[in-house]
């Protein structure tokens, strides 16, 4: 067995990879490709005759392969089928660092899992809270519930929207100016924010469309998600890249938060930087830039 460090709630998760489960091929040597997460797949990715070998293939690649800094989390099958339960058992069993809940409703959908895996946690001897957990919002519903959802639990780390699921039930289609998702992605980002955990986008299926591919990366950083989920290794390092804060931006954070506590120290509260006006709304935007660079490896400066 390959021990595996407790997983930790928050760190840096830009790139999300789908790889199916069930192919050991794809799924032996993932961390090379440089992804923040894995997110080894149990449920469209695999036919319905295959899930047991699926199952299988998965768990011993959690015994048996070092992911390294890679975190690894399973795609489980929804909670209407007969396949989620042992999906979660194995998942536990295995040591993987999380689950992602597909179609995701309610908070009860969370608890049910949570219970599950508490209860998998107790028969396998793995510590109990180890196993994360996040949610994929892929339906009207799920949307309307996001909040709840985030909030379900403590071991809730994020939530992600499912493109292709909501807009089947939205009845529409693909826009690439994506104002098809805009409002679930930005209620989404709000419930998570609110509730103080990650938020993460949609796949990008045109793998020749990079063009497209950049300008949704674009939205998606305006817009504040953290990662995004992808299904090719070659779309990793534009995610790193555009996600990551600019020179410019990490720049001007540190002087933000330096001049914050400056002149807070000295009882002002609003001051002026290079001309523009700040006062203390300002500074958790600032301080999430700057968090982001560390973890990117573009600032050695102190946090605190």
Known sequence: ????????????????????????????DAYIYGCDSIMLDLEDA??????????????????TIDYGNT?????????????WQEDIRVCVAGGADGIRIAKCESAQD??????????AEKEFGVEEGR????????????????????TASKRMFGVAISGGDFRRCMGTHFQRDGVDLLVARGQMLIAARAAGI???DTVFTDLDDDEGFEAELLQNKAMGFDGKSLINPKQIRPVHD???????????????????????AAGVGVFTVDGKMIDIAFIPGAERTLRLAKACGMYDGDLV
């Open 1 to 28: 067995m390959i021990p595996r460090p407790r997983p930790r709630r928050f760190r840096l998760r830009r790139t999300m990879m789908f790889m199916n489960a069930q192919k050991p091929g794809l799924i032996k």
């Open 46 to 63: 695999v036919a319905e005759n295959q899930k047991d070998a699926a199952r299988f293939s998965l768990y011993h690649a959690l015994k």
């Open 71 to 83: 975190e690894v989390i399973v795609r489980i099958n929804g909670l209407d089928t007969p396949h």
């Open 110 to 119: 969370v608890i049910t899992v949570e219970n599950a895996v508490l209860a």
């Open 131 to 150: 196993t994360l957990l996040m949610a994929a919002l892929e339906s009207p519903k799920g949307i309307i519930n996001a909040y709840e959802i985030c």
């Open 198 to 200: 990650q938020c993460f």
């Open 242 to 264: 555009l996600l990551a804060p600019t020179e410019k931006e990490v720049l001007w954070a540190k002087k933000v938060v330096e001049a914050y506590r400056e002149q807070s």
